[in-house]
């Protein structure tokens, strides 16, 4: 699983990708303390991101410069959102809506098979709450409560907020998304593209999971 790149840590991976650098110089570019570098270099040599190389001199206590590791350099790199909205864009121009919506469903299909090893719990609610935690680690707000003794998944915050503003078909995928995953028929019963403060999905019927 990807690691969450702190926003304060974006600057520092960048200068790091350029080349190696010491913690002072870190600092100097940063306009922050030695002492913030090394708590923002630890973190993200604790995810793998950074590692630090050894410069041995022929006198004196050795140096050490941060660089990025391969795994820091494909993540720092990444540029998924402008990928995404243009993949959708082109998904949108399919005009059969057949076609056009069995790519959709193997879009969801092909994530909930990423997601699935995840993924625990016997229950609806506890699948539900499983997929809470998964989306919380990627920093998007989950929750899961009881109505009327049937659990309630409830995302304050939208994972997909330019593609949903754009077409309402990504909460189609994210609806068959959440229902592979929980093992039942998830409705979206409020969204907030219709003015509700937050999207809601409430499970129905029992579904067989898809393992093609």
């Given at each position: 699983m990807a690691s969450v790149i702190e926003s304060s840590?974006?600057?520092?991976?960048?200068?790091?990708?350029?080349?190696?650098?010491?913690?002072?110089?870190?600092?100097?570019?940063?306009?922050?303390t030695a002492t913030a570098?090394?708590?923002?270099?630890?973190?993200?040599?604790?995810?793998?991101?950074v590692e630090r190389r050894e410069l041995k001199a022929s006198r004196g206590r050795p140096s050490y410069r941060y660089e990025l590791t391969e795994r820091g350099r494909r993540q720092a790199g990444t540029n998924f959102a402008d990928l995404a909205l243009a993949l959708w864009d082109e998904i949108r121009k399919i005009k059969e809506p057949?076609?056009?919506n069995g790519l959709m469903r193997r879009v969801a299909q092909?994530?909930?098979?990423?997601?699935?090893?995840?993924?625990?719990?016997?229950?609806?609610?506890?699948?539900?709450?499983s997929i809470a935690d998964l989306l919380a680690e990627r920093k998007v707000p989950f929750s899961v409560t009881a109505v009327d003794s049937l659990p309630v998944l409830t995302?304050?915050?939208?994972?997909?907020?330019?593609?949903a503003e754009q077409d309402r078909g990504i909460c189609s995928v994210e609806k068959m998304?959440?229902?592979?995953?929980?093992?039942?028929?998830?409705?979206?019963?409020?969204?907030?593209?219709?003015?509700?403060?937050?999207?809601?999905?409430?499970?129905?019927?029992?579904?067989?999971?898809?393992?093609d």
């Open positions: 840590d974006k600057a520092l991976l960048d200068l790091v990708r350029d080349q190696p650098l010491g913690i002072s110089e870190l600092a100097d570019a940063m306009g922050v570098v090394r708590q923002r270099l630890a973190r993200l040599m604790s995810q793998g991101l057949e076609v056009r092909t994530l909930a098979a990423k997601y699935a090893p995840q993924i625990h719990g016997a229950t609806a609610a506890e699948r539900m709450a995302a304050a915050a939208c994972p997909y907020p330019e593609l998304l959440f229902s592979q995953l929980v093992g039942e028929n998830v409705r979206l019963t409020d969204c907030r593209l219709d003015g509700a403060t937050c999207c809601t999905f409430e499970v129905g019927t029992k579904i067989e999971m898809n393992r």
